[in-house]
């Protein structure tokens, strides 16, 4: 099946309607059926009312901080395929989430987070970064696909058992039943304060990567050849791994581990950008929004009190994607 | 021969006594014990009203809970105990009270060992009070004791009522860590009627402790907010339900119960207390 | 002044020597090779002169500027690098692929302007390439990737081109059609220098020579200078045949000889 790469203002014109109009579906979904119109202006007209709160105060944030997420997903996941040369790598596969997710359960229940708004992020872009360093250690220069695949399993195994640790000895009782919630991530029940926290090192973190898109595109030439097209290969490397450590940390820390997206959404997205890696990084930002937004009203409308996490309906449609592209790529992997 | 009679029949009387106290030892000892563990909170609060102190041998360590424990004053330097089989054996009690809703692995392997087990039951009403607290004296033998706080109980609850008689009812809702909230069918529940509220969650139809999501809270629009905020508790999860910023918008606008969770947690005399707070912010 | 000039070129990896006391220069209008057996730091040499990799020991100078404090980005615009078996593994067509080679005239927020285009254009017609620029390049034959890759290189309109291997394995006809590119960019007052095995492509086409053995400099100068009976022999162990003609220099190897250890 050819689909036919499309022009920038082409693609965008399409995409960012999509995402307005899914927020707004968002914004209209949740267990209360409310007046969205007199909620909006009741909100500017600075009154407190029932519409206001509910769309303001509870969905709004929700739906902004599913539109972040899955926009740093989206990315993250187009980055690390571009930098591995593997069409199988994504954030959660290759253990940052996890890594994330450990480092911000460590700032969280150990009483740390409190101390100020960045230690929570922060956390997580420590504990992502450290998965990512072993991540390289163990595939070192090897170009193979199925490497850098085994290693993810080690470092998704060994972070799952050491987050179990970590909630185990934690003080509160509530500890050890919230690992569902960082293992499978979830927007429900954040308000804009998870917003606040995480969208600074978010936004930096964005704004590394989109740095080294012009890099991408010359590393498929291969690394001498960027290089002599004057890029330092092992500077831009790590601006590019911090990126996605700084984001991703970020995201996991507020709302779990939520897998799969990084690695759909640069596929799906790729023949629209005719491959160009550099392309495929906004383009991968903005329909892995639009996807976690879906995926979060559909969360809403399938469990009645907003008990299912948003990880098993990515897990749902991802994972069977994760095997679709192992076999399509069979004779690829040695 | 006057004295030969009053001795005779003074032995008699010695020996018929003592055989009747010999017999009826036992069954005083069967009616007070002697070494009474409690190894849940709120039999570490019963205890604590309706027993002598010499009575019991040990308490749990909620009895020192800041925020759960109402008779924390009357702990003083008694043991206490983490409601693990090894400490409870330890004293060698002759009663061990714990709640029927909790720790029945314990109590059911401290009856397989031969210890003497009661457990009270989750006390729906205070009506199920009232029987709770009797039950009580009688495992403690305690009756007489039991019987004036109930009767102080419900003269305090009757005075409430006329005090407060005046104001207007309301409604409430409560919201609890994890995003829970109490229903029908429980002792808050009661409580809230006797203190004049209707309880919102009730009225929609919930039963017992379930959750309630954030926006039905806020359609609900009740009068007065009751949020268990107030925890010692450490950040989880959990208790960031209770800190989501809209509900601090809604108390600007609505009255803010804060009843300490020490007074409502537990069936016992202190709900009176509750009730009368609760009555107060009507 | 020359163009690219090399000055006591030292270069180890932690212990081993891998090229010592080379002395090179490239003019401008020249197609310099560089010659020698496997192993003997051709690939290396080039490397080092294009800023790749830096010297363990002495220096490289562009335009007598010292190659390490020209900027990275002004050295990307001005040389041009064709690595060994540069081939394609992302399927772009072969437009984008071209398109790569004004990298070095964009920031990282820009997109690519209507000049950008225009060398793309000129650059698909110096190589001929116009006929496919639609198609996917991993569906090209190596000899059509080759030319591509010369294209993106002169997309970036350098002066300086360097090429490892740039015809190892191809076909005679574009084998044939590299090199008169080449030589045609260098004849332009730019200049190119070029890893080559095939001594008869070497004698044909550069306008000196570079006889690398061992990571030393064996002997350098013009084609007849350097491509001898005697020299060849000595470095590739090889008894060659050596003709001169109207149409060119031909080498021809023969036997090998028996003393030799390469």
Known sequence: MNIKALEPRVLYAILLPVLLLVCLFALNVGPVEIDLGKGMRDWFNELTTIESLILFDIRLPRSLLAMFIGATLGLAGAALQGLLHNPLAEPGIIGVSNGAALGAVIVFYYGMAGFAWFLLPLGGLIGALIAVSIILLLVGQSRSIISLILAGIAINSVGGALIALALNFAQSPYAMQEIVFWLLGSVANRSINELFIALPFMLVGWGMILYCGRFLNALTLGEETAKSMGFDVTRLRLVLVLGVTASVGAAVSVAGNIGFVGLVVPHLMRPFVAYEPRRLLLASGVAGAILLLVADIAVQLLSSNGEMKLGVITSLVGAPFFLFLILKSRNVLQ | ?282 | MSLLSGHNIDYRIEAIRILENIDIQVEAGELVGLIGPNGAGKSSLLRLLTGVEACTGGEVRFEDKLLALIPAMQRAQRMGYLVQGAMAHWPFSVEKVIELGRIPYQKWWQQASGEDQQKVEAAMAKTETLAFRNRIVTTLSGGEQTLVMLARIFATEPELIFADEPVAALDPYHQLHVMEILRNHAAENRAAIVVLHDLSLAARFCDRLYLLNHGRLDCSGSVSEVLTRENIARVYGVDSHIECSEKGISVTSLSRVSEHHP
């Open chain 2, 1 to 282: 021969m006057r004295v030969k009679i009053n001795k005779d029949f003074m032995k008699r009387f010695y020996l018929f006594f003592t055989v009747l106290m010999l017999l009826s030892a036992p069954l005083v000892a069967a009616e007070k014990p002697r070494r009474i563990v409690s190894i849940g909170l709120c039999t570490d609060q019963l205890l604590l009203i309706l027993a002598e102190r010499e009575q019991i041998a040990s308490v749990s360590v909620w009895a020192l809970d800041e925020n759960m424990s109402y008779m924390i004053d009357a702990v003083g330097d008694l043991p206490l105990n983490n409601s693990s089989v090894e400490e409870i054996i330890k004293y060698q009690p002759d009663l061990v009270v714990a709640s029927e809703y909790a720790a029945w692995d314990t109590a059911k392997f401290l009856r397989q060992l031969g210890y003497k087990v009661k457990q009270i039951p989750l006390a729906h009403s205070i009506a199920d009070i009232y029987s709770l607290l009797r039950q009580f004296g009688e495992w403690t033998g305690n009756q007489q004791r039991a019987e004036s706080v109930i009767a102080q109980m419900q003269s305090e609850l009757t005075e409430i009522q006329q005090r407060y008689a005046g104001r207007p009812e309301k409604t409430v809702i409560v919201y609890s860590p994890n995003g829970f909230t109490i229903g029908a069918n429980t002792l808050e529940n009661d409580l809230f009627a006797h203190a004049g509220y209707i309880n919102l969650a009730a009225s929609m139809g919930i039963e017992g402790f379930k959750p309630i999501a954030l926006e039905t809270l806020i359609a609900a629009d009740p009068d007065v907010l009751q949020i268990d905020r107030n925890l010692s508790r450490p950040d989880s999860l959990a208790t960031a339900y209770v800190g989501h910023p809209v509900l601090d918008k809604l108390i600007e606008h609505r009255e803010y119960l804060d009843i300490p969770t020490r007074l409502r947690i537990c069936a016992g005399p202190m709900i009176t207390e509750a009730i009368e707070k609760m009555a107060q912010r009507r």
